[in-house]
């Protein structure tokens, strides 16, 4: 089945106590994305990846790290997690090319930063 | 920068009934894509329907239709024949070829519960 999977699916941390949220697809997806969900904001993009090694900024990447090492695989590192970074953060992939191609989304991870 | 918007944060309809969520959204692009997600309660981001803007045709899946207005840089989404499963949060979105690893952008979201 085509899926994109995150992990973990809650969390619950202190300020300053570095975490790492996954993200891996089965589709063969080159492109990548974090996005942050906040109410009356909808969703943001942090960063994205087009391929391998290839990485970038998006909206709202301050306080954020990825990384690219294997097609599948895209995590989200905060290094030093603070309060604001209190959301819902959701990880999605899809083809190259055209920007018709329907993103696929995985079920979301909710991070309560205390 | 291109922006989304959707005006009306919450809505109501009575099961059976037809509904119309808003959406507007600013490019100075010609070539783009327009998308509405439906986010239940599970949190899933779930597809409902695209367009592309080259396409004069409204397009429609069941009982979700679009209404495109490309020259207002309008993209209203009809929900015909509610039920009680069409109850989540419904999001408009933009996306423009090679934009950002097919950055989509979001607007902040309309709550649709469809009452018994």
């Known amino acids: 089945e085509a899926q994109v999977t995150q992990n973990p699916r809650y969390l619950i941390t202190v300020t300053g106590k570095k975490l790492t949220v996954t993200c891996s697809q089965n589709m063969n997806h080159e492109y990548m994305s974090w996005y942050r969900q906040d109410p009356g904001l909808g969703l943001r993009q942090i960063y994205y990846?087009?391929?391998?090694?290839?990485?970038d900024k998006g909206d709202v990447p301050e306080g954020y790290k990825v990384s690219r090492k294997e097609k599948r695989n895209f995590p989200l590192i905060l290094e030093s997690p603070s309060p604001n970074q209190t959301s819902l953060y959701f990880c999605a992939s899809s083809l190259e090319g055209n920007s018709n191609q329907p993103q696929h989304f995985g079920d979301g991870t909710r991070l309560s930063i205390l | 920068a291109q922006t989304v918007t959707q005006s009306q944060p919450e809505m109501s309809v009575q099961e059976a009934e037809t509904v119309t969520l808003s959406c507007t959204y600013d490019t100075s692009e010609n070539n783009y894509y327009l998308f509405w997600y439906k986010q239940p309660p599970s949190r899933q981001m779930i597809l409902v329907i695209r367009q592309e803007a080259y396409k004069q045709q409204n397009a429609t899946e069941n009982r979700f239709s679009v209404n495109f207005q490309k020259a207002a840089k309008s993209f209203s989404l009809k929900i015909s024949d509610s039920q009680l499963g069409d109850t989540a949060m419904y999001f408009c979105?933009?996306?423009?070829?090679?934009?950002?690893?097919?950055?989509?952008?979001f607007g902040a979201g309309t709550i649709l519960r469809v009452k018994s």
């Open positions: 990846s087009m391929n391998v090694e290839v990485t």
């Open positions: 979105a933009f996306t423009q070829p090679w934009m950002g690893g097919n950055k989509l952008v």
